[in-house]
């Protein structure tokens, strides 16, 4: 409840004599909220503080406000593209699922679905989805957890292989189409603009002709990575 409400509540309450019900009815608000602020404000005597903010009980939260608002600047910026990104870049120990509870306290959530609610299985067909994934040979970049009793930390169970330079990987971009799978692409180095363009090209063109598609007819889905848009 705001400081104005407060000091509405303790007025009404106190001062004018209504009654919780009266009070609750004139503010718009819940009867329970209402006692639960009056009770508070009584405790603090006959010259409340409306600004106190009482300690919250519970787990203190993963994420100091300080890497909050620099989160909040990645997703505005487009540095990063959803909670999972967050993860990677910045909270390494955190489940996407806490970062994305943060990120709705800020109003960031997806809310582009609900204008294709109404969209036929004929639009559809014309959606393709393109994006690019690595694959390691051995394990995954990501920090890998296991549940161990004390003293079995160097067991060979909870211990994770180690190979020189990670055994190597492989960066592909692929696209679904209604039809299927279309074309795969190797992407050699680090994509850019300029390869993804290229990538564009061959493959997305490649699977349209494989399909008997007219590239116009295609509609494109895609993350805001910057090398996607630029």
Not at 87 to 112: K, V
């Amino acid at each position: 409840m705001t400081p104005t409400k407060k000091a509405r509540v303790w007025t009404m309450v106190e001062k004018e004599g209504k009654s919780i019900t009266e009070t609750a009815h004139a503010l718009d608000l819940n009867r329970s909220t209402v006692s639960r602020a009056h009770k508070k404000l009584l405790e603090q005597g006959p010259n409340p503080d409306f600004y106190l903010e009482v300690p919250r009980s519970g787990r203190p939260s993963s994420i100091s406000p300080r890497l909050e608002r620099r989160a909040v600047r990645y997703i505005t910026s487009g540095r990063a593209s959803d909670a999972t990104d967050l993860q990677r870049q910045l909270f390494t120990d955190l489940h996407p699922t806490t970062i994305r509870r943060m990120l709705i306290r800020h109003c960031l959530f997806g809310r582009w679905a609900e204008g294709f609610i109404g969209w036929k299985v004929s639009k559809w067909k014309r959606v393709w989805f393109a994006d690019e994934s690595k694959f390691n040979l051995f394990g995954s970049d990501g920090r890998m957890y296991c549940c161990r009793r004390p003293g079995e930390e160097l067991e060979p169970r909870n211990v994770k292989p180690v190979v020189k330079h990670g055994g190597g990987s492989l960066m592909v971009w692929g696209v679904l189409t209604w039809k299927g799978p279309g074309r795969l692409h190797r992407v050699e180095g680090k994509m850019n603009a300029l390869q993804y363009t290229s990538i564009l090209s061959d493959s997305l063109l490649g699977t349209a002709h494989d399909q008997k598609r007219k590239p116009s007819s295609i509609v494109l889905a895609q993350d805001l990575d910057s090398k996607h848009t630029s």
